[in-house]
């Protein structure tokens, strides 16, 4: 009889397998007084395993300050987050970076490469920082050589940035991401800054690692057509999330944006 309750009492309070983030009422404020900006507003958010999640919203509406919250790159006023089941809220500096270095990836606007590495060296940077080998053979090498391949960047790892178009150079940045196999990738508008084709290009690979390789992804974007490559579409708007939308396309993005607009204006 006490088996039982104390196993009921063992089972965890959230369920996590399909859980790759937590957010739970968690407030960001910047600043103090009259100075004071609530950057996120009691924010709750389950980001799904294996999933592909865009966040939108007019600028300044919260969506890098929830990312990097989410992350671990910023502390939360309030509240709690979890990454898998590791609760990031409270952890100290040094648990924090080994956090993100082995659970989390990382893509930016601005690919954020060292310009005197080659693409090979780019890509490896973070595993060969965090001790793991590549040349030993073994499963990392193995996966290495499918993220490079899946990224179409096997003709160009002798390159440097400064050799690579913008798109090339992104696709490195999300290579490095992917090679570690963290739990959660994020990304800050990581096709803000390219054409469209490279833009697309990006976005396409960004896709085929959730449906063939089982990541997960969230995406901080202001263009319909980057937000209609996710599962989800979460819409941010002074800091609260006040819709979500499923299997979105471009063109449903865009029509629920207008009606964001036009409730702003009337
Ligand atoms: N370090 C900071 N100090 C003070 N205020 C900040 C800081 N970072 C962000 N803010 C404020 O918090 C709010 C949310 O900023 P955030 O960067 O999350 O917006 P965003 O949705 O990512 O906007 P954008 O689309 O322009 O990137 C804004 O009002 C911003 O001015
Ligand atoms: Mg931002």
């Not at 690919?111 to 890509?123: C, D, W």
């Not at 800050?188 to 063939?212: I, M, Q």
């Amino acid at each position: 009889m006490t088996t039982a309750a104390s196993a009921a009492h063992l089972t965890p309070v959230f369920e996590q397998n399909d859980v790759a983030a937590r957010a739970r009422q968690v407030t960001k404020a910047y600043g103090t007084g009259e100075t004071r900006v609530t950057a996120l507003n009691a924010v709750d958010v389950d980001i799904e395993r294996g999933r592909f999640t865009a966040i939108m919203g007019p600028s300044g509406s919260g969506k890098s300050t929830l990312m990097h919250c989410l992350a671990g790159l910023d502390s939360v006023s309030e509240g709690r987050i979890w990454i898998g089941d590791t609760e990031v809220t409270g952890l100290k500096d040094k648990q924090l970076t080994r956090l993100r270095r082995d659970k989390i990836g990382f893509i930016f606007q601005a690919f954020n490469l060292l310009p005197t590495l080659n693409a090979l060296e780019n890509i490896t940077l973070p595993m060969d920082i965090a001790g793991r080998r590549r040349t030993s053979g073994g499963a990392d090498r193995a996966w290495l050589e499918q993220v490079i391949d899946t990224v179409g960047l096997s003709g160009r790892l002798g390159h440097r940035p400064g050799q690579l178009s913008g798109g090339q150079q992104q696709r490195v940045a999300v290579a490095r991401a992917l090679a570690a196999r963290p739990e959660i990738i994020f990304g800050d508008e990581p096709t803000g800054n390219l054409d469209s084709r490279s833009g697309a290009e990006v976005l396409g690979f960004l896709r085929r690692s959730v449906d063939e390789l089982g990541q997960t992804i969230v995406m901080v974007t202001h263009d319909p057509v980057a937000a209609g490559h996710a599962d989800r579409v979460l819409f941010l708007a002074d800091g609260v999330i006040v819709d979500e939308m499923h299997n979105p396309t471009a063109d449903s993005v865009l029509s629920r944006m207008r009606r964001f607009d036009g409730k702003r204006t009337s």
